[in-house]
């Protein structure tokens, strides 16, 4: 129950302070929109017939739901991606300390921040992935039996990935690299736009850095594939693995920066 109430002061918080007027929506529908559009007619000048190199790879006719997916998964990602490096405005406006001050665990605190982000920054373009799946008629290819497990499994994954982002930036004095890194590489590198197994040797090794590219294989062939737990249990078992990593790696940084922390006074671990 104590949980429950962090999570929603939380989110009102979030609320309250990064989405406080229409501009705000405007944008989190607007860019990510953009982004499919442009992913989407990138592909047009190209040869999509089954002679195409990339229908060794995935199937041409659905390179639709394949970027619609892969945007969904990557919008999930991102937003908390955006949702830690907030956290440097609070360091700047000296609100960070309150965090410290708080009787509830850090650890706590920092996977209801990124579940109470999660819903408000990513249910406009969940709208709009709907809106295109019926108005283009292909929500027929849909296995919506899945769809509310693969959200969930989507759900949980991004809030894993979320907690650990904003350990990393809660003791960092300037993360700003790893905005960097996380968004067009993260784009790129996880399969949003292109098959990762399209990808030369090396291209697949940095892919597989990406918590992303675990999660959009199951949301595919869940939603797309019609597959079932039984058949991707080595698939979740990756994932499971990736996200226990994730948050050990969250548990060991934020016990060893709170030590670092009582020992210098200083909150910066890196």
């Given amino acids: 129950m104590r949980t429950l109430s962090i999570l929603w002061a939380e989110a009102v918080k979030s609320h309250q302070h990064n989405f406080h007027n229409l501009l705000v929506y405007f944008s989190l529908l607007i860019w990510p929109a ?28 659905q390179i639709m739901l394949f970027l619609l997916t892969g945007y969904l998964g990557y919008i999930f990602f991102w937003s908390l991606v955006q949702s830690a490096w907030n956290m440097s405005y609070e360091r700047q406006a000296g609100t960070l300390e309150l965090i410290f001050l708080t009787p509830v665990s850090r650890i706590t605190i920092m996977y209801a921040r990124a579940a109470g982000n999660l819903l408000e920054a990513v249910w406009l373009f969940t709208g709009f992935t709907l809106l295109v799946l019926f108005a283009t008629g292909q929500a027929g290819q849909i296995h919506w039996l899945n769809v509310p497990v693969a959200l969930l499994l989507l759900s949980v994954s991004a809030i894993v990935w979320g907690g650990f ?27 949003v736009r292109i098959p990762v197994l399209a990808f030369p040797l090396w291209g697949k090794a940095v892919a597989f850095f990406f918590p992303l590219t675990y999660v959009l ?54």
């Fill in 34 to 61: 953009l982004l499919f559009v442009v992913s989407y007619y990138s592909f047009k000048p190209f040869n999509l017939s089954e002679t195409s190199p990339l229908s060794q790879y995935m199937d041409v006719d």
């Fill in 165 to 191: 982002l904003n350990i990393v930036f809660l003791f960092s004095r300037d993360a700003g690299i790893l905005f960097t890194i996380f968004e067009e590489p993260m784009q790129f590198f996880s399969g």
């Fill in 217 to 270: 294989e199951i949301f595919r062939e869940l939603v797309i594939n019609g597959a079932g737990l039984w058949q991707l249990a080595s698939q979740l078992l990756t994932l499971a693995a990736v996200l226990a990593t994730l948050f050990m790696a969250s548990f060991f940084l934020i016990k060893k920066a709170e030590h670092h922390a009582k020992e210098t006074g200083n909150m910066v671990l890196f």
